[in-house]
């Protein structure tokens, strides 16, 4: 048992440490197939450490969900990363406290606060994202169920551990039209949850146009640091879920040994680069869609869903 619960959190202590490297690597590949020199691959530490040490301006007339959001994002992606499968195949200690599920309503509990938060501020561009941010995820939440409705027919379960196990290890499962539809309709969604192009760009600086990061506006210091931590946390847990439970487990540890599950670390992130390196590719091929088109992609990853479920559905 406390060979589980030390795993289970040096699991945390990848996804805190990894997730801005992870997050500067895409930034720098995208700036190179831009033909751009582009900022460290190091530069999200530095940003999050530079915030760290500035003073924090906090409005009087705020209340104390401004202040509580930022430390609810940033636990959200922590707590989900004692769930699911990080660095082995195996369930550890909190593995059956929530399934896929619980680890989409805790990621969406970090979303809640920040929406109430930009609110809160009466900033006029901050009610104006949170509005369209909650837009977007409640177009995206059915798809989001149709996918792990998929899932769990194939599986019996939405535990991630069992869910990797019958799903993809199989390797004639992966080539099923049911797995690869479910594979284009998670990768659509996980383009518009973390505010990516096409539905949004996190590197827009026009306020009018901002979806995801107008939310955080109004923060600085140590409120503005957490909250660039929460969001590079929260896609690197949406790559695990999407890499390590949907695509393939390659790369996990199936020995109990320590050796082993670290190990694992540089294979994993050997995978989410390949997965960047694609994701790059797609949004540099794309461009931001207007607002009132957003609707028709995240649509578009539904009826592919639906059309997944109805296929899985057939074959049984």
Same mark, same amino acid.
């Given at each position: 048992m406390i060979e589980r619960i030390v795993y289970n959190l040096i699991q945390v202590a990848v996804v805190v440490g990894f997730a801005p490297l992870v997050e500067g690597v895409? !930034?720098?590949?995208?700036? =190179?197939?831009? +033909?751009? $020199?582009?900022?460290? *691959?190091?530069?999200?530490?530095?940003? =999050?450490?530079?915030?760290?040490?500035?003073?924090? *301006?906090? +409005?009087?007339? +705020?209340?104390?969900?401004? $202040?509580?959001?930022?430390?609810?994002? #940033?636990?959200?992606? %922590?707590?989900?990363?004692?769930? *699911?499968? %990080?660095? !082995? $195949?195996?369930?550890?200690? #909190?593995? #059956? &406290? @929530?399934? &896929?599920?619980?680890? @989409? #309503?805790?990621?969406a509990l970090g979303g809640f606060f920040t929406t109430l938060a930009a609110v809160d501020t009466a900033n006029p561009y901050g009610p104006m994202g949170a509005s369209r941010t909650r837009m977007v995820g409640f177009l995206a939440e059915p798809a989001f169920i149709m996918v792990f409705l998929t899932i769990s027919f194939v599986a019996g379960s939405t535990i991630p551990y069992i869910v990797q196990t019958r799903w993809v290890t199989p390797i004639a499962n992966f080539f099923e039209p049911s797995h690869i539809l479910l594979l284009i309709a998670f990768l659509m969604l996980i383009l518009a949850e973390d505010g990516r192009i096409p539905v949004d760009s996190p590197s827009g600086q026009f306020e009018l146009a901002m979806i995801d990061r107008s939310k955080s506006l109004e923060y600085s210091g140590r409120g503005a640091a957490l909250l660039k931590w929460a969001s590079a946390m929260k896609f690197f847990v949406l790559l695990v879920v999407f890499l390590n439970v949907v695509v393939t487990p390659w790369g996990l540890a199936q020995g109990k040994d320590l050796g082993e599950v670290l190990l694992a670390i540089p294979l994993v992130l050997f995978k989410m680069f390949c997965f960047v390196l694609a994701l790059v590719c797609i949004e540099s091929s794309l461009a931001k869609l207007r607002l009132f088109r957003i609707t028709e992609f995240i649509g578009a990853a539904f009826v592919i869903s639906v059309i997944a479920v109805i296929t899985q559905l057939s074959q049984i």
């Open positions: 895409t !930034t720098r590949l995208k700036e =190179i197939l831009q +033909s751009k $020199r582009g900022p460290s *691959i190091f530069q999200p530490y530095r940003d =999050i450490w530079k915030l760290l040490h500035k003073d924090e *301006i906090v +409005s009087e007339h +705020s209340s104390w969900i401004f $202040r509580a959001a930022p430390y609810v994002a #940033f636990a959200a992606p %922590v707590f989900c990363a004692l769930l *699911i499968p %990080v660095l !082995t $195949r195996y369930p550890l200690f #909190f593995a #059956f &406290m @929530g399934d &896929m599920l619980g680890v @989409g #309503f805790v990621l």
